[in-house]
C-alpha cells in the first residue's frame, strides 16, 4: 500500500482519428509507458473515435463529463492527453476537471528532465521545457497552480514558471548562451577529431532499442543501460578498436521516438551535430519490436528532417534472442545480432568493418623497416589487407584501405 502512494495517479486520454488509426492503439500503448517512466501510475483511460479532435476540449462535451466522473472516480491527481494541447484546450478542460492537465510532449520532456546528467543535458532540456511552456503560459489559468509537483513539473517547472514572461525569456537567454559555450568545444573536439583521420561511427535509433547495449559490447564503457525510455540522453563518444586493429569512435545519441517534441530536436541541436559529421550511422533496431516498421520509420523520417539521410548508414536488427526465429529485416544492408550472445560480437564487427570498407578506398605503400611507428599508424587507421616484408630492399610492402582524405592515400 505504501509503495502505491509513491505513484503519481494517471488518467491517460486518446483520440482516435482516420489519421492516427493504424498507430492509435501502439501511441496509447507507449503513452503508458512513458507515464510510467516519469514515475506514474496510470489507473484509468478514456478513448474516443472522431473525424478529428474537438476545438474546444480535444474529446467533446460528452466525453468531458466522462472525463470528469472518471477522474473523480479513480482519485487521479494528472489527466495526460496523447494529443498537443493548446492554451486553450488547457484552460477549458481546466474548468471541468480538478486534477493537474498535460499533455504527450509534457511528459516525454519531464522524463528528458529526469535522466539528463551533464551540465549541457541539463540546459537542454530546460531550454525545451520553456520553450515549450513559453508560449502557454496565458492559457494556464488555474492550471499552474496545480504544477506543483510531479509529472510535467521537473527541471524549470521548480522555478515558478507563473511570475512573469519576462523572466523565462531571460532565462531562454541565459541558457542558450550557456549552451553555445559548450557547444564550442564541442565543435573543437569535433574538428580535431576530423583532423586526425579517425574513423567516426554514430549510433542512432527508436528509445531503448539496445544502442548503449551495442556501445558497451564493442567499446568496454559501462554505459547505463537500462530496459527504459530515454535511459540515455547525454552523447557518449568512446574508442572502438576492431579485430583488423583500426581504431575508430563510437558515438551513442539521445533515442528518438515517435512524435518526438519540435523543442527537443531544436534544444539537442548540438548534440545531434555529434551525428552529423559521422562517416557511418549504425541503426539499432529492436527486432523484436511489434511496431517495427513504425519505429524504423520514425527514425528515417528524422534523419531526413535532420538532413542526416545521405550518411551511410548499417541497419543492426538487436534482440534477436527474444524473436520467434522468423524474423525478415526490411532495410539493407544489416545484421542480425543479440547484444548478449558472444559469438554474435564478431558477426557484428565482419558487417562494420565491411560497411566502413565501402566508404574508404584501397592504398598501397612501401614502409622502411626503421618507421615502425608507421605500421602502427597504419594499423589504427586503416583497415590493413596485405602486409608483406621484402628482405632485399627491406621494406614493408603494405594494402588496404583508407578514409578518401586521409593521408596514406598521398604517399
Known sequence: MKQEEEYEKVVIVGIQTKETDSQFRYSLNELKQLVENAGGQVVG?????RDRQD?????GKGKMTELKQLSEEVEASTIVFNQELSPRNVRNIQEEVEAKVIDRIQVILDIFALRA???E???QVQLAQLSYLLPRLAGQGVN??????GIGTRGPGETKLETDRRHIQRQVTDIKQELKKIESHRERSRELRKQSNVFQIGLIGYTNAGKSTVLNITTDTGTYEKNQLFATLDPLTR???????LKATMTDTVGFIQDLPTQLIESFQSTLEESKEVDLLLHVVDASEDNIQG???TVLDLLKDLGMESIPRLTIYNKKDLTDGQFQPTLYPNVLISAKDPYDLDVLYTQIEKSIKEEMVPYSIEVSHARGDLLVQLRNETIIERQLYDEEKQHYFVEGYAKRESKWNRY
Open 295 to 297: 519505429h524504423e520509420q
Open 45 to 49: 483511460e478514456l478513448t474516443q473515435k
Open 117 to 119: 546528467q551533464s551540465k
Open 55 to 59: 476545438t474546444k476540449t480535444v474529446i
Open 121 to 123: 543535458g541539463r540546459l
Open 144 to 149: 499552474m497552480s496545480r504544477l506543483g509537483a
Open 239 to 245: 574508442q572502438v578498436e576492431l579485430p583488423s586493429g
